[in-house]
């Protein structure tokens, strides 16, 4: 089965009302993809029950470890100043609670704000198809990042035995470029994501430079966790845009990582002394002891040959050892 934020289809609603913060008890139609209708029922959940009344739904992708202030500094200051204007989508389960198919951002801002969150509650059982539908049209405010996106593709590889990007690309219908980054997003490990403020807010650029980051630690046999305590912003740097922070600290990573390199010179040694000016046998060498020149000039062709042989038997008996 294709996953939310997998799936490509649409989704129609009626009756939008407006801001209407204590109007419960008010039906509302949703059409789903499948053409099935349902009413709703607008509620409000008070702040008191926000934790014991609301959960997240299962097919809902947002990562909800994730959720910062900065990552929903976008809506935070609204829902403080005025409450939420837009209702959430829920179902409602066995034990009475309501299971978000949408709107973790709003409740999260809500429990922070001690704000209520309107929902409409879904008064049918609804088939994972159309619920999943309708979550694809619900990541228009903030778009899932390529982590989110990718989160379980390890596992479906396995579950449906594929070994190759390819076929896991195939089976979701997808690029497989556009596969392999989300691939990749979901398996860099978590302690370089949530070093960064707002994680799942960063530019889908950063992840592709974060493998790398993470490939070359582990060839160093150095701690990612270490590593990631070390990165410390200075106070003016601190104090700017989440955006900001964000490139800063991919930059001290970078920085960190980047060996020195000094530039290689080259010395000259002659091997011999002649009295014609042009006629010379020397050897030039690297600084970093890499790089060998041997330089001849106007000397007998069987030395060349005797020179050339002897570099041959050298070479061909170390590549033999090894």
């Not at 997240?56 to 403080?80: A, M």
């Not at 601190?238 to 980047?258: F, G, H, P």
Request: net charge positive; proline share 2%.
């Amino acid at each position: 089965m294709l996953r939310p934020q997998d799936k490509r289809t649409g989704f129609k609603q009626g009756n939008n009302l407006g801001k209407l913060p204590k109007n419960e008890g008010v039906k509302k139609t949703f059409t789903f993809v499948s053409g099935k209708k349902v009413n709703a029922t607008r509620i409000v959940v008070a702040v008191s029950e926000l934790k014991s009344k609301t959960a997240i739904h299962k097919l809902n992708p947002r990562r909800q470890e994730s959720l910062t202030l900065d990552s929903v500094r976008d809506i935070l200051i609204s829902i403080e100043q005025e409450g939420v204007h837009t209702e959430g989508v829920a179902t409602k389960n066995e034990q009475g609670v309501y299971e978000l198919l949408d709107s973790s951002r709003r409740r999260y801002s809500c429990l922070h704000a001690q704000k209520e969150l309107p929902l409409w509650v879904i008064e049918e059982n609804i088939d994972d198809a159309d619920l999943i539908a309708f979550i694809q049209t619900t990541q228009s405010v903030k778009r899932l990042s390529y982590r989110e996106l990718g989160a379980d593709y390890k596992a479906l590889m396995k579950e449906s035995g594929f070994t190759k990007i390819d076929e896991l690309a195939e089976y979701l219908s997808l690029g497989r470029e556009t596969c392999r980054k989300r691939y990749v997003a979901a398996s860099i490990d978590q302690a370089l994501i949530s070093v960064f403020p707002d994680c799942e807010g960063i530019p889908n650029g950063y992840y592709a430079k974060l493998a790398k980051i993470e490939k070359q630690l582990s060839k160093e046999k150095t701690s990612v966790t270490k590593f990631c305590s070390s990165l410390t912003l200075n106070d003016d740097e601190d104090a700017l845009s989440v955006e900001y922070k964000q490139k800063a600290i991919l930059n001290l990573m970078e920085t960190k990582l980047k060996k020195p390199t000094d530039k290689v010179t080259w010395h000259t040694t002659t091997l011999a002394d002649f009295d014609d000016k042009n006629t010379y046998a020397k050897i030039v060498k690297s600084s970093d002891n890499r790089g060998l020149k041997i330089e001849l000039s106007r000397l007998p062709s069987e030395l060349y040959d005797d020179i050339t042989k002897y570099v041959s038997d050298k070479v061909n008996a170390r590549s033999i050892g090894n």
